[in-house]
């Protein structure tokens, strides 16, 4: 177990307010080399407030990494800019379960949530025909900025699967 710091950076502090954890454990964690806490932070709060796709969906295809990486700190945080966006319990539990038959989201929400649940599942899968695929729906930018997304956020739930305090 990695203890967390005390203190919270200060450029880190405001920011991070945007994800909606009140103990800040993550930050803490990565507090211990300031400058690199700053530098992850900063990946991971672009690849998920930032862009072209929703909020709300890239949250829900984050909270699905999580719960992939087995991580109850990222599968248990809600964003707070997602949730003042409108998004539910009720759809996040859609985008955990069997999304690519549910209505409630569009094609081109389920082709990025089948692209955050093939991307560490079955890689093999993420092919030139997925990707063509993805481009009815989404522009290039769009794709490497949802895979962006997964890069960062699968990698950093899995270290916090092993590394913060809550985590036993």
Not at 13 to 19: C, Y
Not at 51 to 59: A, H, P, R
Request: proline share 4%; aromatic share 10%; no cysteine.
């Amino acid at each position: 177990m990695i203890e967390p710091v005390t203190t919270i950076p200060g450029s880190l502090e405001a920011s991070f307010i945007r994800l909606g954890d009140a103990d800040a454990s993550f930050v803490r964690v990565l507090a211990h080399v300031p400058k690199y806490a700053e530098a992850v932070w900063g990946a991971m709060a672009e690849s998920l407030f930032e862009g072209g796709v929703d909020v709300s969906l890239k949250e829900m295809m984050r909270i699905q990494l999580a719960v992939l990486a087995n991580d109850p700190y990222f599968s248990n945080l809600r964003s707070r800019v997602a949730i003042e966006a409108g998004l539910s319990e009720e759809r996040i539990s859609a985008a955990l379960g069997d999304f690519g038959n549910d209505p409630q989201f569009s094609d081109g929400e389920k082709w990025a949530l089948s692209y955050a649940y093939l991307m560490y599942r079955e890689p093999e899968r993420v092919d030139t025909a997925f990707y063509d695929e993805g481009k009815k729906y989404w522009s290039e930018a769009q794709i490497v900025e949802m895979g962006g997304l997964l890069a960062v956020h699968y990698g950093m739930a899995v270290l916090m699967s092993t590394l913060a305090p809550a985590n036993g």
